[in-house]
């Protein structure tokens, strides 16, 4: 089971939103560059990156923030928010992410994500974030009427290298992350699936890894580190790659 620290950065800070709100959001003081660092030191070898400014903007707002992340450390990063374009992956693939996610774009334009993965292959990683079964995009501001399976089942041949299967209900909420749904959506992608969303404890760790799915590649975890729920020498221990 990969473990996936993540830093959201909006305005060049580390913060973390409530259900993916922009109005009820948590700012802390240790920059993202700092963060991955922390990281790193305690023996992260992956690391899941979000751009929000990027989410609201479509563009590749903090590129220079990633671009010195992947400098300093050797850590394997995916990054995503607001990767619209081939030129914008480009720029990520080229500053050295190991994987570049997207979202919205692929979501609203299918042949975007088809032409991405066939340029850059086992590079592009699916973001699929849910609420109550159907895909949200633009940051999580609009919800669509379309069912995340039957999304999955329209891309499925397309190539994509990893799918981040996010329960928005439970972002932040230190709720425990949607399992079934998750290992749902594993029976159908052709891909592997990284949990996102809810994770609260060294529990929800555990039991992830107690799944013994081998279809669900890594778990995402974020503000319960921020908060102090999740000691990292704690989370180090349950790294397996």
């Known amino acids: 089971m990969k473990i996936f620290p993540a830093i959201d950065i909006k305005d060049k800070k580390c913060v973390r939103l409530t259900k993916g709100d922009f109005e009820?959001?948590?700012?802390?003081?240790?920059?993202?560059?700092?963060q991955a660092g922390k990281f790193k030191?305690?023996?992260?070898k992956n690391l899941h990156i979000v751009d929000l400014d990027g989410a609201l903007t479509g563009k590749t707002v903090n590129l220079d923030i990633i671009k010195e992340i992947v400098s300093k450390y050797d850590l394997k990063i995916e990054i995503g928010g607001g990767v619209r374009n081939i030129e914008s992956i480009n720029q990520y693939i080229e500053a050295g992410a190991?994987?570049?996610?997207?979202?919205?774009?692929?979501?609203?334009?299918k042949e975007?994500?088809?032409?991405?993965?066939?340029k850059f292959k086992n590079k592009i990683a699916l973001g699929l974030d849910a609420k109550n079964g159907n895909l949200s995009i633009s940051?999580?501001?609009e919800n669509l009427s379309i069912k995340t399976k039957d999304y999955l089942k329209e891309v499925n041949d397309f190539g994509v290298s990893r799918i981040i299967f996010t329960d928005i209900n439970r972002d932040g909420m230190k709720s425990g992350p949607n399992y079934e749904e998750t290992v749902e959506i594993a029976k159908i992608s052709n891909c592997p699936i990284v949990i996102s969303g809810g994770v609260s404890s060294i529990?929800?760790?555990k039991r992830a890894k107690d799944l013994n799915n081998k279809k669900i590649e890594g778990i995402i975890v974020g503000k319960?580190?921020?908060?102090?729920?999740?000691?990292?020498?704690?989370?180090?221990?349950?790294?397996d790659a």
């Open 24 to 34: 009820n959001k948590t700012v802390y003081e240790t920059s993202p560059v700092d």
């Open 41 to 44: 030191d305690h023996g992260f």
């Open 98 to 109: 190991e994987k570049v996610i997207l979202g919205s774009g692929a979501i609203k334009n």
């Open 112 to 118: 975007f994500l088809k032409e991405a993965c066939k």
């Open 139 to 141: 940051g999580w501001k």
């Open 203 to 205: 529990k929800d760790i």
């Open 224 to 239: 319960a580190i921020y908060d102090g729920d999740i000691k990292l020498d704690e989370l180090t221990k349950e790294i």
